[in-house]
């Protein structure tokens, strides 16, 4: 039987486990205007929440769908060897506005927003590894895809690798910048299966970089930081205006002279 007295203050109901895959060239980085490809969402519910307290979570229901790129539809090959995802999956797949309609109706079905206003029914954040997905990607798509993100799209994340940081060193969890490493430390980059390993867990199931398997494993990650009593809060602030060099005045204008293609 579960020890009660493990609970700690829990700050959301739910928790939205996003790790979307997008389109990439090698070498190209984050300020490329990557487009997502893949959308996957594992969510989280509380077994044991009593008075706001708890520390047992597992994975209620999963989203997943391809996406289908508009700007540069065509894969690159270290796209399709980094994630796996093949050129007739995003073909045959929707665009993004289509997929977060879809992705709406899923939240409806689970109770998380109002069918009519689209506002929270409840406490929910999203939970990403490192804050690239939501911060970047998700708001890159938005522009080429001339949409505003959608509320319930909104709001602050919880970072896992930071909370995964700030469990190693004792930290509280919440709002701070990462621990400056000490003079001549070099942190490595603690990637999912870095995280995996920290905590003492199982290697990583699946294929690393597709969308679903590293969701699922950050999932992984999340159930066990509650376990160990972390008190979970956001830690990482989204800003949907964020802009690119090569972003137009116009949603959706891709000014190509501003992009330098990678040799």
Known sequence: ????????????????????EATCLENAGFHWPNEVVEWPVCLMRWKDMANGRASIMQVADEFRSFVKPTWAPILSPFCTSLTGITQPQVDNAPTFPTVLQMFE????????????????LVHFCWCTDGPFDVQNFVVKQCFISKIAMPQWLRGDVIDVRKEVIFWSE???????KTPRPKTGERRPSLGIALQLQALGLSDFEGRQHSGIDDTRNIARILAELARRGVSLQANCVIDPRRRWHWMGKRA????????AYPE
């Open 170 to 176: 004792g930290q509280p969890s919440g709002y701070r």
């Open 252 to 259: 959706g204008e891709i000014i190509e002279d501003r992009l």
């Open 105 to 120: 109706k899923f939240l409806i079905k689970n109770g998380l927003i109002d069918a009519v206003t689209g506002e929270r």
């Open 1 to 20: 039987m579960h020890d009660a007295s493990k609970r700690v203050k829990q700050h959301f109901e739910v928790l939205l486990v996003l790790d979307v």
